[in-house]
């Protein structure tokens, strides 16, 4: 009996893996726009450029892109952006339906 309570002491003095609480700060969080977005990366980093394209008459042969903001990310941190936004879109899609890709830069 003395075993199992020694035991059960050591569980309890021994810290439990926990997972840390997040609290957002968004004091100087700012609100952009895009309509459009272009992905590029090297080995070390991936880029995000977002922009906006005001004209989308179709049956043009040249458009011209603002871009807004880049948001430069880590290849880790882009997979668990990658992983959210699937997440997301997925269901997104099963309370509108399914979304088309056609129609966008």
């Known amino acids: 009996m003395a075993n199992q309570n020694d035991a059960t002491a050591a569980a309890e003095k021994t810290p439990q893996a ?5 609290r957002w700060d968004s ?5 952009s726009y895009a309509n459009v977005c272009s992905v590029t990366s090297t080995r070390e980093e991936v880029v995000l450029n977002f922009g906006i394209n005001q004209a989308w008459e179709r049956g043009q042969t040249e458009m011209e892109i603002q871009l807004t903001n ?6 880790f941190a ?11 879109l997925v269901e997104y899609e099963s309370r509108y339906g399914k979304l088309s890709s056609e129609g966008g830069i």
């Not at 926990?18 to 997040?22: E, L, N, S």
């Not at 882009?78 to 997301?88: H, I, P, T, W, Y």
């Open 18 to 22: 926990t997972t840390p609480k997040v």
């Open 78 to 88: 882009a997979r668990r952006m990658a992983d959210g936004l699937n997440k997301l």
């Open 27 to 31: 004091s100087k969080l700012q609100s």
């Open 70 to 75: 880049r948001i430069i990310l880590s290849p």
